[in-house]
């Protein structure tokens, strides 16, 4: 048997979701089911618990100022909310006015073969010279 085991997990909850009962759920279990299974196999047997990191969500508002100029400068009318990890939640969190968008589908990234098409980083390019046009215009 090993002398130590290792066991990351994480939650990816929106920004009007709190993580706090998850974790309290998850610590219930373990008090409760898996430590006296492990205390029966060893005595010694303990969990020890780390939290590596924490984002909290990013819930920029439809009317947002920065929400309005990136639908101007994509040429979008929608916004969406996805269960991944940005370091968004922080800057907005510290005042930072803060939208996620890029070229690309979360389909395909994060994974071995991750691709984005042609025309999407042209789409791309495109944002950001409109982009670089308008914090020129504004000096």
Request: net charge negative.
């Amino acid at each position: 048997m090993p002398r130590d085991c290792r066991f990351d997990f994480e939650f990816r909850p929106l920004p009007s979701e709190d993580p706090a009962p998850l974790f309290e759920e998850v610590g219930a279990f373990v008090e409760r089911e898996l430590l006296p299974e492990m205390k029966a196999v060893s005595a010694q047997a303990g969990i020890e618990w780390q939290k590596l990191s924490e984002f909290p969500g990013l819930n920029t508002d439809e009317d947002a100022e920065v929400t309005r100029l990136v639908k101007q400068l994509t040429g979008g009318n929608t916004t969406s909310m996805v269960a991944f990890g940005t370091e968004g939640g922080l800057f907005s969190r510290a005042g930072i006015p803060t939208i996620i968008c890029g070229p690309g589908s979360i389909e395909q990234a994060h994974k071995p073969d991750e691709w984005i098409t042609l025309d999407q980083i042209a789409r791309c390019e495109t944002f950001v010279a409109r982009l670089a046009d308008r914090v020129s215009a504004n000096r």
